[in-house]
């Protein structure tokens, strides 16, 4: 099982995270690439826009969203192990921008990893 933090990309960089992941489709708002730190940007193993927009952080529609989630990356499987090639032998933390900690994408994503 690999070693996967989550962490909003609007708190501090830490030595720990790692390699830094932006898992989000769009760049997060009000935040500078520098005050990021991101070391990579996966937009194209995130949630489509559709599917973004159609889950709109509603927790009623978590498990849904899961699922249409696995699926887009299913057929994106190339990209999801170019993902992990990226960390597999590095402390990874996957960046996220929602506030909501328990249901967004990186989570999903952490799941579908692991």
């Given amino acids: ?7 909003r990309v609007y708190e501090a960089p830490a030595k720990q ?3 830094r992941i932006l898992v989000d489709r769009l760049w997060p708002r009000g935040i500078s690439k520098e005050q990021a730190k991101v070391d990579v940007w996966a937009k194209d193993v995130a ?6 927009k159609w889950f ?3 927790r009623t529609k978590w498990e849904e969203f899961k ?22 032998a590095t402390p ?3 960046v996220f921008a929602a506030k909501d900690e328990e249901f967004n994408n990186a ?3 952490s799941e579908y990893i692991q």
Avoid: C, Q, W
């Fill in 1 to 7: 099982m690999m070693d996967i933090k989550l962490k």
């Fill in 17 to 19: 995270d790692g390699l």
């Fill in 47 to 52: 949630p489509s826009d559709e599917l973004r």
């Fill in 56 to 58: 709109s952080h509603d």
């Fill in 67 to 88: 699922r249409r989630y696995f699926e887009e990356l299913k057929s994106n499987s190339e990209g999801v192990k170019a993902l992990v090639d990226e960390f597999i």
């Fill in 92 to 94: 990874v933390t996957f």
């Fill in 107 to 109: 989570v999903a994503l």
